[in-house]
């Protein structure tokens, strides 16, 4: 009998957790594909995942249905040698099926191979 008056309670919780969970770096990985960050001087279009050698996550201000990350990266052009250290602002917003990213702001690019 008390199995079933915890189980409402256990579901609640589980659902809560699952609605406050955000997007991790191997998301943001796949979901920049296709975006572009930056402006005329410095910018980078994210053509592939295989771009992105390395992903961390500094920041993250989560509000309700709202998520603002500070993410730093290691990438890597196709076909070049040259490497890259970044840092942008990637902004999600939470829909019914999950975090959709909505935009990507640089806040540094420099060359460093």
């Not at 979901?31 to 993250?60: A, E, N």
Request: charged share 20%.
């Amino acid at each position: 009998m008390k199995f079933l008056f915890f189980l409402p309670a256990f579901l609640l919780a589980s659902a809560l957790a699952l609605c406050a969970q955000t997007p991790t770096a191997t998301q943001m990985t796949s979901d920049l594909v296709g975006h572009t960050m930056g402006g005329r001087l410095r910018c980078w279009k994210f053509q592939s995942t295989d771009q992105i050698k390395q992903l961390s996550i500094k920041d993250k201000d989560y509000h309700a249905r709202q998520c603002t990350c500070t993410i730093e990266l290691l990438l890597q052009a196709t076909n070049s040698p040259a490497k890259y250290s970044a840092e942008a602002r990637v902004h999600y917003t939470k829909t019914d099926a999950g975090w959709k990213l909505d935009q990507v702001g640089l806040l540094s690019l420099k060359k460093i191979r």
